[in-house]
């Protein structure tokens, strides 16, 4: 580890080799489904651009966001890769997404008929993925309209103005009984698309969590978020180590103040802590303004100075206070929050687990302050 004297006061550093690594290493596990990778919410904090083109370079077909913003914003970088966005406002604006060449993810009825209608003012046949609703009751054709919404789209098809493209739905990743159950509701599904004349190219079901483990929820392609940043899906204690997957990003810092104090020092508001002996403080520049959860208050670890410390009292909206107790630490030293913990950091899980919640959370929330950094490999 190099202290670097010219590093950033503060930098998420994103390793796009550890983005390739993932990617190649689920491709290969998955084959011969291929990849989509989800680069929404700026590819989980990592930013959309290079993860979309790291992705790519790996081998992964398609790149799925959420909204149409965040597919332009790709399109407008030059990607050409097959794009799928699936959440729409009523007021979306389809014909440009038609014309750029953005598949739609289709929920209902209303929103085939708004993709039908673009694509004859686009003069194009707009590409579509239907999606069923198969148990996680949020987004989705409901059951009982989808043989309705299949024949429509059969009929679309047919004068030329849509291409079902794919079929899809999403899991809850409830339990193996309630991931069968999407599967085979998913299944039947496909049957009633088939039974309306419908060849869809794509079928999927998986995100990262049900792609790794479940073979039978794997169909043509695989929607892969998480595990392209080494995050780990699961809530249980697995580490994105034990996943066979690198984590890419690496919050870091450096210390900016550094403080001997005596026992009984109060620390930060609310002196919610206080030290049981003298010790070393050191403070680093990153609050919950940068996404560093004020739940992680007291729990929360660093990596500074060789070891694993803990942040003592309240995380403020810029800074947070380390224990050090006797030993060196300087200003300038660097800290790092969460990164690999083959380098000895703590992982954005630990951070997730020390906040209660998921390691989703801890990457996608780094705040705009925070400069993504794509430093080349060595
Ligand atoms: C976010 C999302 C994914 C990716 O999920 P991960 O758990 O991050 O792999 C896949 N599909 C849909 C519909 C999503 O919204």
């Not at 919640?357 to 993504?372: D, M």
Request: with cysteine.
């Amino acid at each position: 580890m190099t202290a670097g004297s010219d590093a950033p006061a503060r930098e998420a550093r994103v390793d796009l080799d550890a983005v390739r690594r993932n990617v190649a290493a689920i491709a290969e596990r998955v084959r011969p489904a291929e990849v989509m990778v989800v680069v929404k919410a700026d590819a989980y904090g990592h930013g959309a651009v290079p993860v979309a083109e790291a992705a790519i370079d790996a081998g992964a077909a398609w790149l799925g966001v959420a909204d149409l913003a965040e597919a332009f914003a790709l399109r407008d970088a030059g990607i050409t890769a097959p794009v799928l966005a699936w959440l729409h406002a009523p007021d979306a604006p389809f014909v440009e997404a038609v014309v750029r060449d953005i598949d739609l993810g289709i929920s209902s009825a209303d929103q085939l008929e708004l993709a039908a209608r673009a694509a004859g003012e686009a003069g194009s046949t707009a590409n579509v993925h239907l999606k069923i609703d198969t148990g996680l009751s949020r987004n989705g054709v409901p059951p009982e309209q989808w043989e309705a919404v299949v024949a429509a789209a059969a009929e679309h098809e047919r004068a030329g103005r849509i291409r079902v493209r794919g079929v899809f739905s999403h899991l809850a990743n409830t339990s193996p009984a309630t991931d069968a159950a999407q599967c085979a509701a998913f299944e039947h599904a496909l049957a009633a698309a088939s039974a309306a004349g419908l060849e869809p190219d794509v079928r999927h079901l998986a995100s990262t969590a049900a792609a790794l483990e479940r073979p039978d929820a794997r169909f043509d392609l695989v929607r892969i978020g998480i595990g392209t940043y080494g995050v780990s899906p699961y809530g249980d204690g697995r580490t994105a180590a034990d996943l066979g997957l690198t984590p890419a990003m690496t919050l870091r810092a450096r210390v900016v103040a550094v403080r001997r104090v005596e026992q009984g020092t109060g620390v930060s508001y609310d002196h919610t802590w206080h030290a049981e002996r003298a010790t070393t403080l050191a403070l680093v520049p990153l609050g919950y303004a940068d996404g560093v959860p004020r739940q992680a208050s007291g729990r929360g670890e660093v990596l500074l100075a060789g070891r694993r410390r803990p942040v003592v009292g309240r995380i403020a909206m810029d800074q947070f206070v380390v224990d050090v107790g006797d030993d060196e630490v300087a200003v300038g030293d660097p800290v790092v929050l969460f990164g690999d913990p083959a380098t000895g950091a703590p992982s954005a899980d630990d951070w997730a687990a020390a906040a209660d919640t998921i390691g989703y959370e801890i990457v996608t929330r780094i705040g705009a302050r925070v400069p993504r950094t794509y430093p080349e490999p060595a």
